[in-house]
């Protein structure tokens, strides 16, 4: 039997929307909506098997309904950018898996699917609509059945006849009655006012339909509900009409239209691969059964490092299996140069003097993949790695940040189109993961030599063509070797500190527990929404925000909303913080101790995000809760190495608002830090055209938030999430900004304009950002870029000053034979160990280096703390 499968893409986009984090892809475009959308797509198309298979979008926010009554829908919030950027990547998704998809000016998508379905029942087809909006409910019959897709992508109820009539005790038919009593205030449809879902369902099970309702209006019980009957009656006719989904809208193209096939494999690789989908590109792979199978290469396996293998330039590749290097064994050596490619296993390599001779040799020249991962696995090994020249990865990643991936594998076939095997496919994944044979395993590792060399011209030239040869040489190079240094060298923790703050942290849950249960006037799981549901908002009397499934939504954003409402609401927040600063920070950072060091060896990411800011992994470092003091407490347990030693903290001081000034040229700005002024102060007395002395703790707050907003490039959906206000509010507030800043409106207008022109925007040191959306016909694209373009030079200009900082102070701290050490970066502080006898050298020199990294029209600023923890160094 023909099967046609009907999809409300806009409802079950905007459900992925708010059900899945908000994602974006190494490009920086939004893909949570996208990707729940796609899994929503793969799911239906495998468990559904559909003969027929349509989409439907609304095609604008007016339709004939509103010509019925113009308040329709009103009071909806407009869609979020950073959802509407994503709906014309839904369409390609559906284009790329062959998919019809439908939409119409002055109908909605409930009418095209309404439509579509009963053509095909007169056709004798089974039909399954897929919805987010029980409206669709009223087109359950026996051969259509409506899948209501909840909050998450597989949390879908289906109804069919029978399953309509028990939840509802109607006929599908009746739904629309429903809504003409009861109203909808998801579409300002206005119904009856005062008549609830109850008494609507009691009245149409005893009448039948609306005018049944209207026509036995004596019957009905209760002298309200008789008066609002009698008073509403037309409002009820017409409500009834507005919740009416149409059957006969004018489409061009009908059911014949929607047959499906399948998809084609090769668009949907192309798509996931732009899109950054890795696991589902892998879902893929596997169901198609592909196997990646190379020819041969000729490798040596050698048990001796022999003089052949010395020669220069060289790749070298020390095979790391896991992620975390730190921790993992080396599997095999590779040395690829003009004389062959040759590969040893570790325990040969480690046994020969001459490689550990020919390793530290600064004059002999290598190029690798990750300088920063074979230094620091070779550190663990003892072996002191010396004469990196070329880094393929750091290459790879400043000729394009935005490139889908940067492994060896990608980087080589996007290009010269060599095949090199993704370590996944030759060493399995997870649990599954395994070492494979000697030959297998050779010939892997050789071939990612064998493409390291002729990958080191290609790279150069590219980078020489981007103007960039400085800040690969001068910057992220030798950035990388210090990183490599800073992560073996490891930072020591105070385990009983730790111990001792998980032990206050029980204690603060136990007392947070006891009085939340006093509040509550019973005890109660606090961990469990189903318990703490009915607390609030049935004992307590809580306003309902949301509701879920299974009960009442007790997420944190409700919760925050909810915060005057009755004290309890304050303390079950700060109990769940607490809790997860206990789960995550203290039992986390315990498990993350190496053995034999007694220290943590985090791994600064370095090539991963597209502004060129680092990042911190296993554990994150840089995301340490800091606002709460049991937060801040925790880097107490961060302390020297060395005994009576101590930590020293360097903070670059608003960094990013200064670049802004600097690129802007922004006379207020520049005055503002010229002259040492709070700069969210200065803000909001502009913005707000107060004197210093008037300016209240919310107008800096919200200065401060548009400031940092600015920079990183906020909507006003974002900003009036961030502050608690309209989105009216918020846009306004952003266009006070620009109007009182004139020069960062015309600077970022500038930089749109650059970005048309070149394809692309670059920061201070060259750090390019491509955004080939920045000319798409399409808006949300293009806003998207125009944002982007904005913001990536500020944020870009700021990542490229930490880290030449970096640089500095280690050379800095060479030149004058200091045996201080840079432990940790974290955004825009960094963190050294120090012995007590450099106190005052470093007072001085870190800041002088700091501050004379770079020159701007505006003074950088660095502030130096010190302690013996890195608590005390604030």
């Known amino acids: ?82 959802l509407s950027e994503q709906l014309p990547l839904l369409r390609d998704v559906l284009d790329a898996f062959g998919v019809q998809r439908f939409e119409l000016e002055n109908y909605e998508a409930d009418d095209i699917i309404g439509t579509l379905a009963k053509e095909a029942e007169g056709e004798g087809f089974q039909v399954k609509v897929f919805s987010g909006d029980k409206d669709l409910l009223q087109l359950v019959s026996k051969q259509t059945s409506v899948a209501f897709t909840q909050k998450g992508i597989s949390d879908v109820h289906t109804y069919d006849v029978t399953a309509f009539h028990e939840a509802y005790g109607l006929e599908p038919a009746q739904l629309v009655d429903l809504k003409g009593l009861m109203g909808d205030s998801s579409d300002n449809i206005p119904g009856v006012p005062g008549i609830g879902e109850k008494t609507a369902l009691k009245m149409l099970k005893a009448h039948g339909d609306v005018e049944g309702v209207l026509s036995s209006i004596e019957q009905i019980s209760g002298k309200k509900t008789k008066e609002r009957l009698q008073e509403h009656q037309d409002q009820a006719r017409m409500s009834r009409d507005l919740a009416v989904i149409r059957t006969d809208v004018p489409l061009t193209e009908g059911v014949e239209a929607t047959a499906y096939d399948s998809w084609n494999y090769e668009k949907v690789v192309e798509l996931f691969q732009n899109l950054g989908f890795q696991s589902l590109l892998k879902e893929l792979e596997k169901e198609a059964g592909i196997e990646h199978k190379l020819d041969d290469i000729e490798v040596a396996l050698q048990k001796t490092f022999t003089e052949e293998m010395t020669a220069s330039p060289a790749a070298l590749v020390v095979e790391t299996p896991d992620e975390n290097y730190h921790h993992s064994p080396v599997w095999g050596i590779t040395v690829s140069n003009e004389n062959g490619t040759f590969v040893m296993e570790l ?98 590792i050789g071939r990612k030599g064998e493409a390291l060399l002729k990958l080191q011209p290609v790279l150069l030239e590219a980078l020489k063509a981007n103007n960039q040869i400085d800040l690969f040489e001068s910057l992220e190079m030798p950035l990388s070797l210090i990183l490599g240094r800073m992560e073996t060298y490891g930072v020591q923790v105070d385990e009983k500190q730790l111990q001792m703050m998980g032990e206050e942290l029980n204690e603060t849950l136990t007392k947070l527990e006891q009085e939340i249960h006093e509040l509550a006037g019973e ?30 939504s007790t997420s944190a954003d409700i919760l925050e909303k909810l915060q005057d409402e009755h004290e309890i609401i304050p303390k079950l927040l700060h109990y769940r913080q607490v809790s997860k600063l206990k789960s995550t920070y203290v039992d986390g950072l315990l498990k993350v101790v190496h053995p034999s060091t007694g220290k943590i060896h985090t791994m600064f990411n370095q090539a991963i995000t597209q502004t ?66 709070d700069i969210h102060t200065k803000t909001a007395m502009d913005v707000f055209q107060v004197q210093p002395e008037e300016v209240t703790d919310q107008m800096r707050r919200s200065a401060k938030a548009v400031n940092f907003g600015i920079v990183y490039g906020i909507s006003d959906y974002g900003l009036s ?52 959306e ?94 013996d923890t890195w608590y005390d160094a604030k």
Do not use: C
Request: no cysteine.
């Open 1 to 82: 039997m023909s099967k046609l499968v009907l999809l409300d893409g806009n409802s079950v986009a905007f459900r992925m929307f708010f059900a899945l984090p908000l994602l974006s892809n190494d490009q920086g475009v939004y893909t949570n909506a996208v990707y729940g959308f796609t899994k929503v797509l793969l799911k239906v198309l495998e468990e559904e098997q559909p003969t027929h298979m349509a989409v439907a979008f609304d095609a604008g926010k007016t339709t004939f309904r509103h010509d019925t009554y113009e308040a329709y829908k009103s009071g909806r919030e407009k869609t979020p950018d950073e």
């Open 347 to 444: 325990e040969d390599a480690l046994a020969s003097d001459r490689f550990k001779q020919w390793a530290g040799d600064e004059s002999k020249e290598k190029v690798v993949f990750d300088a920063k991962q074979t230094t620091v696995a070779l550190g663990w090994q003892g072996v002191h790695l010396q004469g990196v020249r070329f880094d393929a990865l750091i290459a790879s990643y400043l000729i394009d940040p935005s490139a889908s991936a940067h492994d060896l594998a990608a980087i080589a076939e996007r290009q010269h189109g060599d095949s090199v095997l993704h370590d996944e496919d030759v060493y399995g994944k997870g649990a599954k993961q395994q070492k494979p044979g000697v030959d297998e395993l050779a010939q892997h």
């Open 523 to 552: 005890a109660f799981n606090i961990n469990s929404p189903k318990q703490l549901g009915p607390i609030l908002f049935e004992k307590l009397e809580l306003p309902v925000l949301k509701k879920t499934k299974t009960g009442y």
């Open 612 to 677: 060129g800011r680092l990042s911190s992994a296993e554990p994150n470092l840089q995301n340490i809760p800091i606002r709460l003091e049991e937060g801040r407490k925790i880097r107490k347990a961060f302390i020297p190495s060395q005994n009576d030693w101590m930590i020293l903290a360097a903070d670059y001081s608003q960094i990013e608002l200064r670049v802004l000034a600097h690129m802007s040229q922004d006379e207020r700005l520049i005055e503002a830090f010229r002259e040492d002024m």
């Open 721 to 772: 999430q961030s502050l608690g206000i309209s989105r009216n509010e918020a846009q306004s507030f952003i266009d006070t900004y620009f109007a009182t800043y004139p020069s960062v409106k015309a600077y970022m207008d500038e930089q749109i304009e650059n970005a048309r022109e070149q394809g692309y925007v670059t920061t201070l040191m060259h750090r390019r950002r491509y955004l080939p």
């Open 774 to 867: 920045i000319t798409s016909k399409n808006f949300n694209r293009r806003s998207f870029a125009e944002r982007t373009a904005m913001n990536t030079p500020i944020q870009g200009s700021a990542a490229d000053v930490i880290k030449k900082a970096m640089v500095d102070v280690e050379q800095a701290l060479i030149d004058e034979g200091l045996e201080s050490r840079l432990l940790l970066q974290v955004h825009d502080e960094l963190i050294f160990e120090i012995p007590p006898h450099e106190l005052d050298a470093m007072k001085r020199l870190v800041p002088r280096v700091m501050e004379g990294t770079i020159e701007l029209d505006v003074p950088l600023q660095a502030d130096v703390a010190y302690g």
